[in-house]
């Protein structure tokens, strides 16, 4: 049976939904070919790396305990440093989040009296009480007398390099840069112009320490900010670089000296990266390497897809679908919460898990507004997997992220259009 006439019995897809996704499908041929020749590039980049370090089926045995002398958990770690053109890294299944992983970077190598620098703005809300934004009695930074501040991205989402020159002082040993747009309408970071402010910090201030968060934006592009100069960059195994096999986990990749400083964050002083049971976990880990590069392929084309099909309805979008891309994260604007809710409901009416659930927007702990929130994955809270969420307030923005499967982000768009337009919200 040809999927046109199965989605239509089987979903109850009209035949004019389904001939409007294919002409928008004809514009994004040469864009999807673009996102292949990424794939390519970073496919080949991830096999070389398991090759050069002989990577063999008794890396994938379990260690319990201490876990000392663990084969896979070292060879792991130094195919991720390949990958990421970096001098070492830390990748461990006991770093539950990129909240985590970032924590332990900037407890690591922040001392009394430093500062630490966003130059990104402020930072993702599950950093706040690290630093001390928000929150009391919680051991942040702001505790431990270490200092903080930032600077806003311009208007047009390119670093303010003049008030970044200004804010760098001699206290300052960490900055910090987000690559990825999180919940904010801003543009996400291009490895390029990471390389650019790298640059010009370095040459205002040679030590300090370039910090990148790096969740949501593994292979989007050919390059990793540790290749751009950044010193650490670090992220989650249940985003891009865990390929939605990865259960959990986090990592870190960069220079040496500091890697090891972290590691004592993740254990002890004095132990650091040589303890650690793998737990059976290994090949879960390198397997969504494996396949991390196709999975982000396959969001990426879902992505563009979901922008194209939103800005023919008339909805505003950022990235706009033949935009640059440099993180995962696609942001509508949908001006109404009829339609951010129907959106949302149709991404989750698209899940293999959980879609016969029907979200509905609730006062999530921690929002100033109540939050819908749409997700059926395999791994709870993975993001590489599809999942869109929306704050229920003006503007009325719905962030959709992932998509392991290129078919599964087309069958979500269109369950989305369809229960938009039950709405009378949307004309095709």
Same mark, same amino acid.
């Given at each position: 049976?040809?999927?046109?006439?199965?989605?239509?019995?089987?979903?109850?897809?009209?035949?004019?939904?389904?001939?409007?996704?294919?002409?928008?499908?004809? /514009?994004?041929?040469?864009?999807?070919?673009?996102?292949?020749?990424?794939?390519?590039?970073?496919?080949?980049?991830?096999?070389?790396?398991?090759?050069?370090?002989?990577?063999?089926?008794?890396?994938?045995?379990?260690?319990?305990?201490?876990?000392?002398?663990?084969?896979?958990?070292?060879?792991?770690?130094? +195919?991720?440093?390949?990958?990421?053109?970096?001098?070492?890294?830390?990748?461990?299944?006991?770093?539950?989040?990129?909240?985590?992983?970032?924590?332990?970077?900037?407890?690591?190598?922040?001392?009394?009296?430093?500062?630490?620098?966003?130059?990104?703005?402020?930072?993702?809300?599950?950093?706040?009480?690290?630093?001390?934004?928000?929150?009391?009695?919680?051991?942040?930074?702001?505790?431990?007398?270490?200092?903080?501040?930032?600077?806003?991205?311009?208007?047009?989402?390119?670093?303010? @390099?003049?008030?970044?020159?200004?804010?760098?002082?001699?206290?300052?040993?960490?900055?910090?840069?987000?690559?990825?747009?999180?919940?904010? @309408? /801003?543009?996400?970071?291009?490895?390029?112009?990471?390389?650019?402010?790298?640059?010009?910090?370095?040459?205002?201030?040679?030590?300090?320490?370039?910090?990148?968060?790096?969740?949501?934006?593994?292979?989007?592009?050919?390059?990793?900010?540790?290749?751009?100069?950044?010193? +650490?960059?670090?992220?989650?195994?249940?985003?891009?670089?865990?390929?939605?096999?990865?259960?959990?986990?986090?990592?870190?990749?960069?220079?040496?000296?500091?890697?090891?400083?972290?590691?004592?964050?993740?254990?002890?002083?004095?132990?650091?990266?040589?303890?650690?049971?793998?737990?059976?976990?290994? /090949?879960?880990?390198?397997?969504?390497?494996?396949?991390?590069?196709?999975?982000?392929?396959?969001?990426?084309?879902?992505?563009?897809?979901?922008?194209?099909?939103?800005?023919?309805?008339?909805?505003?979008?950022?990235?706009?679908?033949?935009?640059? /891309?440099?993180?995962?994260?696609?942001?509508?604007?949908?001006?109404?919460?009829?339609?951010?809710?129907?959106?949302?409901?149709?991404?989750?009416?698209?899940?293999?898990?959980?879609?016969?659930?029907?979200?509905?927007?609730?006062?999530?702990?921690?929002?100033?507004?109540?939050?819908?929130?749409?997700?059926?994955?395999?791994?709870?809270?993975?993001?590489?997997?599809?999942?869109?969420?929306?704050?229920?307030?003006?503007?009325?923005?719905?962030?959709?992220?992932?998509?392991?499967?290129?078919?599964? +982000?087309?069958?979500?768009?269109?369950?989305?259009?369809?229960?938009?337009?039950?709405?009378?919200?949307?004309?095709?």
């Amino acid at each position: 049976m040809h999927w046109k006439k199965y989605v239509a019995e089987k979903y109850g897809i009209s035949t004019d939904i389904i001939n409007f996704f294919d002409s928008v499908e004809l /514009r994004l041929k040469s864009i999807f070919e673009k996102y292949d020749n990424i794939k390519a590039y970073n496919q080949l980049k991830v096999i070389k790396a398991m090759q050069d370090n002989n990577l063999s089926d008794s890396h994938f045995h379990a260690t319990t305990g201490y876990g000392y002398d663990d084969r896979g958990r070292e060879v792991l770690d130094k +195919i991720y440093a390949q990958v990421f053109n970096a001098e070492d890294a830390l990748v461990r299944h006991q770093i539950t989040s990129g909240t985590q992983a970032i924590a332990m970077c900037l407890y690591g190598l922040l001392r009394p009296y430093d500062e630490l620098l966003s130059i990104t703005g402020k930072p993702y809300d599950t950093l706040e009480e690290v630093i001390g934004i928000r929150g009391e009695n919680c051991g942040s930074l702001k505790e431990l007398l270490v200092k903080y501040n930032q600077v806003e991205l311009k208007n047009d989402g390119d670093f303010d @390099y003049e008030a970044i020159k200004n804010a760098i002082n001699s206290n300052t040993k960490v900055i910090m840069i987000q690559k990825s747009r999180g919940y904010s @309408y /801003r543009p996400s970071i291009s490895v390029d112009k990471i390389k650019k402010v790298v640059d010009f910090v370095k040459s205002i201030k040679r030590d300090v320490i370039v910090l990148v968060d790096n969740c949501y934006g593994e292979f989007v592009e050919i390059c990793e900010p540790t290749e751009a100069g950044a010193d +650490i960059a670090a992220g989650s195994l249940i985003k891009n670089p865990g390929g939605g096999l990865a259960p959990t986990g986090g990592y870190i990749a960069g220079k040496k000296e500091y890697i090891e400083k972290i590691s004592y964050r993740l254990t002890s002083p004095g132990l650091g990266k040589k303890v650690g049971p793998t737990l059976g976990n290994n /090949r879960f880990l390198i397997q969504g390497l494996f396949m991390a590069p196709h999975a982000v392929a396959e969001s990426l084309k879902g992505a563009s897809l979901c922008a194209c099909v939103m800005e023919h309805l008339g909805f505003e979008t950022s990235p706009k679908f033949n935009e640059d /891309r440099f993180d995962i994260i696609q942001a509508i604007k949908f001006g109404n919460p009829d339609s951010v809710i129907a959106f949302c409901q149709g991404i989750q009416a698209a899940s293999p898990v959980d879609s016969f659930v029907v979200p509905e927007p609730w006062d999530m702990p921690g929002y100033d507004s109540p939050v819908i929130m749409a997700a059926g994955a395999f791994i709870q809270g993975s993001s590489i997997e599809l999942s869109a969420d929306a704050p229920i307030k003006p503007p009325y923005i719905a962030y959709m992220q992932g998509g392991l499967i290129y078919e599964h +982000i087309k069958l979500a768009m269109l369950l989305s259009v369809k229960k938009m337009l039950s709405k009378g919200g949307i004309r095709l």
